[in-house]
T-cell receptor, first 112, second 113 residues
Framework: QKEVEQDPGPLSVPEGAIVSLNCTYSNSAFQYFMWYRQYSRKGPELLMYTYSSGNKEDGRFTAQVDKSSKYISLFIRDSQPSDSATYLCAMSAGTGGFKTIFGAGTRLFVKA | DVKVTQSSRYLVKRTGEKVFLECVQDMDHENMFWYRQDPGLGLRLIYFSYDVKMKEKGDIPEGYSVSREKKERFSLILESASTNQTSMYLC????????????FGPGTRLTVT
């Protein structure tokens, strides 16, 4: 079983829809939970990170962590065609020498 | 603006060749990482370095080595390229206490024939 599971999609939605992207994990030591966005032929870029449980909001993006269920989510409100990309969840047990484990990524298409 | 650059966007090599992939960051970051990205498998860590001349194995170090002689530069070496090393290679860097916030280069698409 992989430490981090993420549905690869693709997920196709109309412009303006609310998008929900999710990951599950098995390692209860994870404390940092990240979402990266990767456009085609580019490297990933950090969208947001959350420490421990709870919600974090940044503009149209909201990240949620439920440690009791080992489940994290990224919500995108009022989705735009420019949001079309692959979204990678990532997790780490700490900030120092701990490795970051990435999900396989979910490919999102937002249709105009 | 934060910048991580990789020496090549596309590379084609033959089986058995020694291959060098170079990565340079201009942010004075302590940590540097090499990943490979394959469909369905996500990013897998090959090696990372937390200081000059220091290196740690990641999850899939077999067939690879690294070199970090200067803080800004981290090289990945394929000692004898094989077809199963055909992949996208991504370099990243981060500060010493923020390994969760990694800055990635554009990637090198390596094909081994």
């Amino acid at each position: 079983q992989k430490e981090v599971e993420q549905d690869p999609g693709p997920l196709s939605v109309p412009e303006g829809a609310i998008v929900s992207l999710n990951c599950t994990y098995s390692n209860s030591a994870f404390q940092y939970f990240m979402w990266y966005r990767q456009y085609s032929r580019k490297g990933p870029e950090l969208l947001m990170y959350t420490y421990s449980s709870g919600n974090k909001e940044d503009g149209r993006f909201t990240a949620q962590v439920d440690k009791s269920s080992k489940y994290i989510s990224l919500f995108i409100r009022d989705s735009q065609p420019s949001d079309s990309a692959t979204y990678l969840c990532a997790m780490s047990a700490g900030t120092g020498g701990f490795k970051t484990i990435f999900g396989a990524g979910t490919r999102l298409f937002v249709k105009a | 603006d934060v910048k991580v650059t990789q020496s090549s966007r596309y590379l084609v090599k033959r089986t058995g060749e020694k291959v060098f992939l170079e990565c340079v960051q201009d942010m004075d970051h302590e940590n540097m990482f090499w990943y490979r990205q394959d469909p369905g498998l996500g990013l897998r860590l090959i090696y990372f370095s937390y200081d000059v001349k220091m290196k740690e194995k990641g999850d899939i170090p077999e067939g690879y080595s690294v070199s970090r002689e200067k803080k800004e530069r981290f090289s990945l070496i394929l000692e004898s390229a094989s077809t199963n090393q055909t992949s996208m290679y991504l370099c990243a860097s981060s500060t010493g206490d923020s390994a969760y916030e990694q800055y990635f280069g554009p990637g090198t698409r390596l094909t081994v024939t």
